[in-house]
């Protein structure tokens, strides 16, 4: 019965605890860490406008940049001393939090966006309800969903938790049961 209670819970962690690419969502990524600085098609905030990145880098430089921006700048990169001078010395934010499939998963939605905004601005031309319905697609009232990477390890270590509780639990009985079966002998 042990064997079986502990087996469960190492295969909960495994699997609550791997995300796999096809379950990242490169757009929530790009809101949460890029979209306060950067746009992709929408004009230069406080960093560059990402739109036509792929002309401009090779993804592993993009991914080294976005890791540690700064170090690439100590370490004498050209290209990222080129880019922090452009942006008046104002450095990005490192971004070692993200894993490696989080991180391919972003540059991947970067490079592609090109064509989906330009997609987008055809649809919403040549449709009748092209504002309304970006506006209402683009919108989410609660700002809480299930599909960012971090809602999802946050409720799989909520579960994880409450079956660890229950699991104390059932073993306090248990033990408890043992003792008084020793003290009636």
Known sequence: MKFFSFA???????????????????????????????????????GPDLMGLKERREKTWLRSFIVSSSGMIQAGDELAIEVFNEHNQVPMPDHKHLSDNELNALVNWIFEQEAVTEVKATEEISSQNGIEETESMESDSTGFSLDSPVNQAILGLSIATFILLISAVVLLFFIVKMIRMINCK
Do not use: P
């Open 8 to 46: 469960f819970l190492a295969l909960f962690f495994v699997t609550s605890s791997q995300i796999s690419a096809e379950e990242i969502d490169s757009d929530k990524i790009f809101q949460y860490n890029c979209s306060v600085c950067h746009t992709v098609g929408g004009g230069k905030v406080v």
